[in-house]
């Protein structure tokens, strides 16, 4: 199993990127996907998640309306637009895949994902 994420870097805030996460070993299109970030000094927190049935999105309050969430199972990837990035935004930023529907709050648990990415580093300058 490999959870390959890409797309980070350098970026002013109020600027985009778009991050991508290319997945093999596993039937991808069965699993919830969801991405993770991770601050210098802190805990690592959810940031939204796409379920395999049905495509239901979940989403942190803090990137609500600012961030989506999205997937080609054709291709197993993931991906997260950012948009209006904030400085706060800064952190490594982690694709996951769990085999069990979540949805909601459900999703937001960490132990709750079977297979991570190595994460790639998102800075929002101000």
């Known amino acids: 199993v490999q959870l390959q994420a890409s797309g980070g870097g350098l970026v002013q805030a109020g600027g985009s990127l778009r991050l991508s996460c290319a997945a093999s070993?596993?039937?991808?299109?069965?699993?919830?996907m969801g991405w993770f970030r991770q601050a210098p000094g802190k805990e690592r927190e959810f940031v939204g998640a796409?379920?395999?049935?049905?495509?239901?999105?979940s989403y942190a309050d803090s990137v609500k309306g600012r961030f989506t969430v999205s997937r080609d199972d054709a291709k197993n990837t993931v991906s997260l637009q950012m948009n209006s990035l904030k400085p706060e935004d800064t952190a490594v930023y982690y694709c996951?895949?769990?085999?069990?529907?979540?949805?909601?709050?459900?999703?937001?648990?960490?132990?709750?994902?079977?297979?991570w990415g190595q994460g790639t580093q998102v800075t929002v300058s101000s």
């Open positions: 996951a895949g769990r085999h069990t529907y979540c949805s909601g709050y459900g999703c937001y648990g960490p132990s709750g994902y079977d297979y």
């Open positions: 070993g596993y039937t991808f299109s069965r699993y919830t």
């Open positions: 796409m379920s395999w049935r049905g495509g239901i999105t």
